[in-house]
């Protein structure tokens, strides 16, 4: 299995600025994500964050709003730009080890 | 578009019984087979993955999977209070994606 720590583990912060969300693993994992999650809802997922390269980011989810980085195989941020109320929500970091998922505890952000 | 389907629940029996959670998937030919535990404000946990025809057997936990019918099902037997939880299927894709789909997930309450 994979351990991931992530941090911040929470935080609130006011409209139109930006949080770094920061993802460890703790072994080279196969791959890395980031999802979203609403309270009581299932996951979506963001993006797919790519070693040294341009993430891979799923439909309604674009690079100028959550850029993504991941400069090396253990490592990646996410940052959420010009934040609204709406981006309110649970953000989680998962690395893939083969074909299983691992997920780190998450990042609860609340925008003012 | 790829679905994995859960009753969301909630699903309640009494402590010490079988807990039995369905998953059903439209993606004929997937691969791989995923069960997610997550408890409330916590990130999802894999308690389960399961690859071939049959059970899967952990501890109290049973995987089933039977691809034919394009099922999956989790047993928890003797279940405990603590296994209260939602209980996430993911379902990878065939053509080798580690992108899995997950069902929005079935609230379980075992009761005392």
């Known amino acids: 299995s994979a351990v991931i720590s992530q941090k911040p583990s929470r935080d609130i912060c006011q409209r139109g600025t930006s949080l770094t969300i920061q993802c460890q693993v703790d072994?080279?994992?196969?791959?890395m994500f980031w999802y979203r999650q609403q309270p009581g809802q299932s996951l979506t997922l963001i993006a797919t964050?790519?070693?040294?390269?341009?993430?891979?980011?799923e439909s309604g989810f674009v690079i100028d709003k959550f850029p993504i980085s991941r400069p090396n195989l253990t490592f990646s941020t996410l940052t959420v730009s010009n934040m609204s109320p709406e981006d309110s929500s649970i953000y989680l970091c998962?690395?893939?080890?083969?074909?299983?998922?691992?997920f780190g505890p998450g990042t609860r952000l609340t925008v003012t | 578009q790829k679905e994995v389907e859960q009753n969301s629940g909630p699903l309640s029996v009494p402590e010490g019984a079988i807990a039995s959670l369905n998953c059903t998937y439209s993606?004929?030919?997937?691969?791989?087979f995923f069960w997610y535990r997550q408890y409330s404000g916590k990130s999802p946990e894999l308690i389960m993955s399961?690859?071939?025809?049959g059970d899967k057997e952990d501890g109290r936990f049973t995987a089933q999977l039977n691809k034919a019918s394009q099922y999956v099902s989790l047993l928890i037997r003797d279940s405990q209070p603590s296994d209260s939880a939602t209980y996430l299927c993911?379902?990878?894709?065939?053509?080798?994606?580690?992108?899995?789909?997950f069902g929005r997930g079935t609230s379980l309450i075992v009761h005392p």
């Open positions: 993911a379902v990878l894709p065939s053509g080798g994606s580690y992108i899995p789909t």
């Open positions: 998962s690395g893939a080890l083969d074909y299983e998922q691992y």
């Open positions: 399961i690859y071939s025809n």
């Open positions: 072994s080279q994992v196969t791959m």
């Open positions: 964050a790519n070693q040294g390269s341009e993430a891979t980011y």
């Open positions: 993606d004929r030919v997937s691969q791989s």
